[in-house]
Each structure stands twice: as C-alpha cells, then as structure tokens.
C-alpha cells in the first residue's frame, strides 16, 4: 500500500485534554502507572539490599538500606515519560541525588563522563553523569510517600525523568563510572542511546 | 491495572508477529535450548515479557533470555546469544 | 491435495494487508464478533491469530493481537473482541466499527498454539474469560469435520451473561455426543444453577477431565494468571507439560 489507510473514527489518545508544555511530542497523559519489565520482578528483601558505586575494580561506597536510609533524602515532584507514548505528570519521588552520593564519598566532582546502572535480575541503562548531577538524577526509594513496590522497581530505582524512563533503571543496586560509553540493555538493541523525550530520541536512528 | 508483573507475562505466541517478519519458517512452534541451562520448549512456550518495547523471551526453567528483538521506524533488531540452538 | 493438507502448508512471510468489515455481530453485552473480508486471505489453522493495526488521522497508531474465532472452513474470517474498560483499541472496535469500515491486518500468526483434526488423542480444552476465542476455532473446525473423537470444553465465566457463544456450544453438545461441555461461573449464578461455581481449581480439573492416562492434547487460554494456576494444576494431576499448550492474554480484565 502507498499510504497507511486511516480507520475512521479511531481517535489519536493524543487528542485528549493536555497541558501544553508538559507533555512532550507522541506522548499522551495518562492517569495510571502502567508497568513494563524485561523479566520477571525479583522479590528483593531490604535487610538484604545494598547499593554501591563503583570505580574500576573498587567502590566508591556501599550502603546497606539502613546506611542509605540515613544519608540526606530529597524529594521531588516530576513528570515522567514512557517511550511507550504515556506521560504521568505530577508524581512525587523521595530518594538519595546523585549530588549527594558523590558528597557522601567525598568526591567534589564525578570521576568519570559516564555511568552504567546495574540492576536486579541483569537490567542495564547507561546515562551521562552530566545527566544526574544537579538534582537531575536520585536513587529512589519512595513513590507519593510509600516504599515503592516491587513491580515498579522497589526497593529503589534509578530516577532521571528528563529522559525517556527504561532510563530510570528498576531495582539499581549498583552505578558503576564509565571512562567511554557503553549501551545498555534496550540501548543496545535498537533504541536511542541517550533518549530526551522533548526531541522524540526513542530509537537508535531517531 | 494489573498491579504484578507476572500478570503481565506473555507467551512466545505473542512475540510470534514481530519474529515472523525476521524468520521464514514458523517460528513458535520451533525449538530453542538454552545456553544458560540447556532446558528445550517451543518458542511459544516461552515467557514474553516487555512486548510494548520489543520481544525479551525468557527460559521458563532458569528464566536466562533466550532472544531479544526490537522493531522501529530505523531497523529490526535480533539477539539470541542466549540461544544455543533452534531447530525448525 | 487434501484439505488437510492445504492447511498444513509451511508459513508464508506475512505483511499487512487491508480487512474490510463486512459485518458484525453480538455476542454478548460486551463482546463482539466481527466478520471480515481479507483480500489476499490464504486460510489458517484453527488457534492461529491475526495483528491488527488502527491508523488515526493525526498518524497516531495502535496494533493488537486478536485470535480467529472461525474455523478454516468458514467465510468471512471472524475476530471476537472483548471490550475491556478504559482500553484503548477494544472500545473502538466493540462500540465505534461499522459495516464497511476497514484497517489494516496480518496473519495468519502462530504454529505452536494450533490444533486441527489430524491430530491424534482426545481434545482438551479450557478457557477462561474471552481466552474461548482460538478455542472456538478448534472445536468449529471440528464439528465442520464431523471428527467422531472426545473432546471437552472447561469454559470459566464471570456469570452466565459473560458465556461467549452460549447458544452455539449448547447446539455443538446437542449434535454431538463425543463433545462435552462444562461450565463455571465465578461470580454470579442464575437462579438454581446446579453447575460449578467459583475458579476452575485442581478438584474442577481431576473431576471432569481427562486424566493423564488418555493422553488427551491440552489446550488453555486466557488472562496469564489463569493459564498459570490452569497448567500448574495439570502437571501436578499428572499431566505430562510437553501435553500441554497455553495462550495467555496478558492481565485479567478485572
């Protein structure tokens, strides 16, 4: 066929009532959380959970929950953005930035450009450190004030809600610095490598 | 809303739109072995999981990704490191 | 060749064409059946599915997966399509499609959850909810067939009202004695109702179904959850899971 044919009557979610500014091109606002995983949702028990940040062949820091629980906690109202096409807007997030991470290992800045997130259950997602310094970027652990539920990535994800959220990695429990970039999971497998909803960067191509 | 992630797992015949448009031959009813723990199925016997983002077909003994695919606007993409064999 | 063997052809590469609807029908207070006209259709086996594709004006696009409900030896090719509330395809397709209307379609999609007469052992199938759809075109293909073999039914249903093809399978029991067909509701019962209530569970299965030692070719599908308990009740009544094949939907529509 030369041209798509159009179904009549079917009507674009994204006519629906928006805000204008907020919600980026192809998206459309919905009110639900949908959930999306690559795999099965790991049962991850707090008294077992630790994060750590790692150089090279050492870390930088490593915190079980109760240490991390203790470090400097922030909260935040964002809007979110699903490569899928939905947006979530107003949803509020409490968690540890990255600014405070590196003051807590004594660093003024980070080592290197690049980090990898490493997940649970072997979920990966590269992101630029330029991308989570100044409160862009937390480690999660409360959504709308309650723990976040496994199935949305609890104990802690990683949040970056300025990109694309198969970015804010669920059940992080490392970020390791990269001297190069690396893709990560979805990265690697035909979607953008850096992923800005505002300028639709959702495939490798785009 | 499902509130669990296991609601939301699909079968290989679910997958089986997008992998057609990359193999000929019937591919649900062909069988894979993982190379994590050598356990064979059908690929549609298979646990999808992500089909809004692609195809992630998991192993349903070890839970190891067998293969993954994506199609876009640019390309398809296909990985089956975790497939150490599939027979037609 | 045979038709049989017409309908064992390997897969040709599929690409999406354009369905016309030419007709629709009721089948419920909120499924539909819709009849559909495919120009390039080559036939397809029972328990195969078609995806389909709707363009909206702006470009914006949505594609689904939907199960044949006709058997090969029908025509117009059917969908069955359950409205699910809140949904983004389901109520276009149930409230808003017309005769006449179009979009686009590929298929058939499938081999693994496929079943036709010529394979051996009784059949076995069970459903839950609209996961009836592929197994209605076994047992259409079936009766088309006159296949003179045992062959049950396990249909799971919120209330009677929810029984999708009620009158149909009623119809397919009455011309046959080797079809059995077996109810539950698992919220609501008419007034005396003396069939099964609640959940098909392990008792449900071992009570009414075939056991392991007839080797009977297993069929379920549904919402995941369901055809997860489903199956895991199977193997642990003892049958062999290579005997059993499942479909699943994704999440129960609540």
Known sequence: ?206 | MSGSVQDLVLDGNAAAGLLQEIFVPEITNAEIECEVCGSTARVGALHLYAAEMGVVLRCTCCDGILMRAVHTVHGRWLEMKGTRCLRF | MTAIETLARPAQRIAWQLAQVRGIAAETYRVKSLMLRVANWRGHLPGQHVDIRLTAADGYQAQRSYSIASPPEDEPLALTVERVDGGEVSPYLVDDLRAGDHFELRGPIGGYFVWTVATRGPLWVIAGGSGITPLMAMLRHRARRKLRAPALLLYSSRSLDDVIYREELGAMVRADPDLRVVHTLTREQPEGWVGHRGRIDKALLAEAGFPPGQNPCIYVCGATPFVEDVSRFLVELGHDPLTVKTERFGPSGG
């Not at chain 1, 997130?117 to 990966?124: L, V, W």
């Not at chain 1, 652990?141 to 990683?158: F, M, V």
């Open chain 1, 1 to 206: 066929m030369d041209e798509t044919p159009i179904s009549r009557g079917f009507r674009s979610r994204r006519l629906e009532q928006t805000p204008k500014n907020r919600v980026p091109p192809g998206q459309h606002v919905t009110t639900d959380f949908p959930v999306l995983s690559a795999g099965p949702t790991p049962q991850i028990k707090v008294e077992n959970w630790n994060f750590a940040l790692q150089l090279g062949a050492s870390l930088l820091g490593k915190w079980s929950w109760a240490e991390f629980e203790a470090l400097p906690q922030t909260t935040i109202k964002t809007d979110i953005h699903c490569v899928t096409k939905w947006s979530k807007l107003d949803t509020t997030w409490q968690g540890v930035t990255f600014d405070d991470l590196l003051k807590t290992v004594g660093l003024g800045e980070p080592p290197t450009a690049y980090v990898m997130a490493h997940c649970d259950g072997g979920y990966t997602t590269n992101v630029p450190v330029a991308d989570l310094v100044r409160g862009k970027g937390m480690i999660a652990t409360r959504y709308e004030g309650l723990p976040i539920a496994p199935a949305h990535g609890g104990p802690a994800r990683l949040l970056v809600p300025h990109l694309y959220f198969w970015k804010s990695a669920k059940w992080i429990h490392r970020l390791r610095f990269m001297e190069r970039d690396q893709r990560g999971f979805w990265e690697s497998l035909g979607y953008h490598n850096y992923g800005d909803p505002w300028k639709e960067e959702r495939y490798d191509g785009d």
